[in-house]
């Protein structure tokens, strides 16, 4: 549905129903995805979890915004130890359209300990700031913030004791889903980068239904014109410093963007779902990788 925009004689300035309301004032209702659960060790897996917070600085921002200097959170998570390994690495970022939602979710919370506990990772899942009250390229910003705070655990003397006891650097991967999964992939485009200096390589990264958008519709997108137009608020909405749905944050494919090739990684995994009116996007961003030599 598309969003409910309002008269200025409202106290309402628009409103995405179910999901997130914006009064004139500036105040914002978050009407999705506020539940917390706190961190635990799972009774069913083993797993552990416990919150952290990360110091974000205006050296480690991956755009040209105004300089800033705050702390996020992050939950990690460690899996059951059978025995004295190193593990991989997963740096995870959640969906919500950038607006909502957060690691501490209980449907979150739940979906990653099933990841530790089947894929055997130390896992570090992202709070990133939201919009609107912090427009991209904030989330961006804290996520390349929280992908530098875990390499400086490479060798072993970082501030969190799970990275520098069980983690190995060499095998470091990003992943998110939706919104989550765009911020993977600009951080992977960041981590290509050997300006940003980042001192680990990443290994992989798996994009689960990932939000990527466009002007010009392809495949099924033509097809629900009330669903098309939500969508194509959507990016206007998170980012109105560059609000053309052809930005290639949002649309990597599109003319002049950034080459696919320069992605600071060794190898993706696309996911897309069948009645996801995002998965030709998708299919397209698989296609033009796999042309990027």
């Given at each position: 549905m598309e969003p409910d925009h309002k008269s200025s004689k409202s106290e309402v300035a628009f409103e995405w129903p179910s999901i997130i309301r914006v009064h004139k004032d500036g105040r914002v209702e978050r009407l999705?995805?506020?539940?917390?659960?706190?961190?635990?060790?799972?009774?069913?897996?083993?797993?552990?979890?416990?919150?952290?917070?990360?110091?974000?600085?205006?050296?480690?921002?991956?755009?040209?915004?105004?300089?800033?200097?705050?702390?996020?959170?992050?939950?990690?998570?460690?899996?059951?130890?059978?025995?004295?390994?190193?593990?991989?690495v997963l740096i995870y970022f959640h969906g919500g359209a950038f607006c909502v939602c957060s690691p501490f979710n209980a449907a979150y919370h739940s979906y990653l300990n099933a990841v530790v506990a089947k894929a055997k990772v130390v896992l570090v899942s992202v709070n990133y700031r939201k919009a609107p009250e912090h427009p991209i390229p904030a989330a961006y910003e804290d996520s390349w913030a929280a992908i530098q705070w875990a390499a400086s655990h490479c060798d072993g003397d970082g501030p969190e004791a799970w990275l520098n006891e069980h983690a190995d650097f060499g095998r470091v991967f990003l992943s998110g889903e939706s919104a989550g999964a765009n911020i993977a992939h600009n951080m992977a485009m960041a981590a290509g980068k050997p300006e940003r200096g980042l001192n680990i390589r990443l290994l992989g990264v798996a994009l689960v239904h990932p939000f990527f958008w466009g002007s010009n519709p392809i495949g099924s997108e033509a097809l629900p014109p009330n669903t098309r137009a939500y969508v194509d608020w959507l990016w206007p909405f998170v980012c109105p410093s560059k609000p053309d749905n052809d930005e290639p944050w949002v649309n990597p494919m599109t003319d002049g963007a950034p080459s696919l090739a320069g992605l600071g990684c060794r190898m993706v995994l696309m996911c897309v779902a069948e009645k996801d009116i995002l998965r030709d996007r998708g299919r397209l961003y698989h296609e033009v990788l796999g042309r990027s030599g």
């Open positions: 999705f995805g506020t539940d917390v659960v706190p961190p635990s060790t799972d009774p069913e897996t083993g797993v552990s979890s416990k919150d952290i917070t990360i110091p974000v600085t205006a050296a480690a921002s991956t755009t040209t915004s105004e300089p800033s200097s705050h702390v996020i959170s992050a939950r990690l998570y460690l899996p059951k130890l059978t025995e004295s390994r190193k593990l991989p």
